[in-house]
Every structure is written in structure tokens, then in C-alpha cells.
């Protein structure tokens, strides 16, 4: 029995090819987006905020699910007075 090859099964095995390599490496760099406003606890929006610093990082590193709120709480919590962000770039 010989083995036949065609064109359209070449095309078919590069397209699987092509989508498998795609989906295993999506997750090696998430971009959540850019957000107007991260906050972790309330905030008045009437009230007058003074700027403390135009460019912070967060990192965390944990276990579960929560390095997104982790990451928000180190990044605003290296000011004694911070209470939010404005602006901000989410990636892992």
C-alpha cells in the first residue's frame, strides 16, 4: 500500500500545525488591557486626589488567583497615602 500525498492534505497539516503553535504559546504573554482606574478598595470619586508618582510596578507571586489583586495592592501600597491608579497597563 502506497502512501499519497496531496496538496490539500499538505495544507490541512500545516493549518494543524499552525493553530497548535498558536494555542501553546498564547499563554506565555497575557495582555489584560489598559484601565482608566485599579483600585482594590473604595474610593470617593467626588473627592481631590494629589498625583504621587506617574510611573509604578506591581509584582506578585502566588499560588492561587489572586496575583492580579496581589500585584494592584504592592504597586499602590508603596505609597502610605495611595489609594488607586489611573492609566494602567495590565500584563503577565
Known sequence: MK???TNKT???LMAITIMSIALLTQ???INAGKL???STRNMDSHADYILLSKTV???A???????LQAAIDDAVG???TGEFMKNVSISN
Not at 507571586?61 to 496575583?67: D, I, L, P, S
Open 10 to 12: 499538505k495544507t490541512v
Open 36 to 38: 482608566i482606574i485599579v
Open 57 to 59: 510596578a506591581g509584582k
Open 3 to 5: 502512501k499519497i500525498t
Open 61 to 67: 507571586k502566588v499560588k492561587k488567583g489572586e496575583a
Open 78 to 80: 508603596q505609597y502610605s
Open 27 to 29: 499563554g506565555c504573554w
